[in-house]
Structure formats: structure tokens, C-alpha cells
């Protein structure tokens, strides 16, 4: 992926599997508010961080299909309680 600030190269520095209960159990519950409403414990979190600028932002690894169901879903019924 590229850097949202400087497009520099936004490498993985920590994955976290949903429902881990180790030291990265922190990096996992951040994306459960956007995806666990459909995916339930079927997602990954990775945490970037830019070689260029240092920026860090986390990613969410949900199926392709998932994700365009969830899509579909708010389309159709709006966002879920809790998003
Ligand atoms: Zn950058």
C-alpha cells in the first residue's frame, strides 16, 4: 500500500486476528466497531507505518464478499447500531 500523506511505501508492522486475547488484542478491538457487526470474528487488523514520513495508520482484512455485503447492507437498511 502507499502512504496516505506522502504515498512513501506504508509497510505491516503488527497483524492482530480478531478475537486474540495477547498483546495485540489492543490492535484488533479498533476495527471491531466497523466490521464485527457482520464479520463477527472473521478479520485481521494490520498496523502500517510509512518508511518514508513514519506516518501509522491500521488496515482491516475482511473477505471481498463481506465487504461488499456489508456495503450492500447499509445501502439497503442504513448504518448499524453501534458503528
Ligand atoms: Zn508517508
Given at each position: 500500500m502507499n502512504c496516505p500523506k506522502c504515498g512513501g511505501e506504508f509497510k505491516v508492522r503488527k497483524s492482530a486476528r480478531a478475537g486474540?486475547?495477547?498483546?495485540?488484542?489492543?490492535?484488533?478491538e479498533k476495527a471491531a466497531p466497523t466490521v464485527k457487526w457482520?464479520?463477527?470474528?472473521?478479520?485481521?487488523?494490520?498496523q502500517r507505518k510509512c518508511l518514508s514520513c513514519e506516518y501509522s495508520q491500521?488496515?482491516?482484512?475482511?473477505?471481498?464478499?463481506d465487504c461488499r455485503e456489508m456495503i450492500i447492507e447499509i445501502a439497503n437498511k442504513g448504518i448499524p447500531k453501534d458503528f
Amino acid at each position: 500500500m502507499n502512504c496516505p500523506k506522502c504515498g512513501g511505501e506504508f509497510k505491516v508492522r503488527k497483524s492482530a486476528r480478531a478475537g486474540c486475547t495477547d498483546s495485540r488484542k489492543y490492535l484488533a478491538e479498533k476495527a471491531a466497531p466497523t466490521v464485527k457487526w457482520y464479520v463477527g470474528l472473521d478479520y485481521m487488523v494490520r498496523q502500517r507505518k510509512c518508511l518514508s514520513c513514519e506516518y501509522s495508520q491500521e488496515t482491516v482484512e475482511v473477505l471481498l464478499k463481506d465487504c461488499r455485503e456489508m456495503i450492500i447492507e447499509i445501502a439497503n437498511k442504513g448504518i448499524p447500531k453501534d458503528f
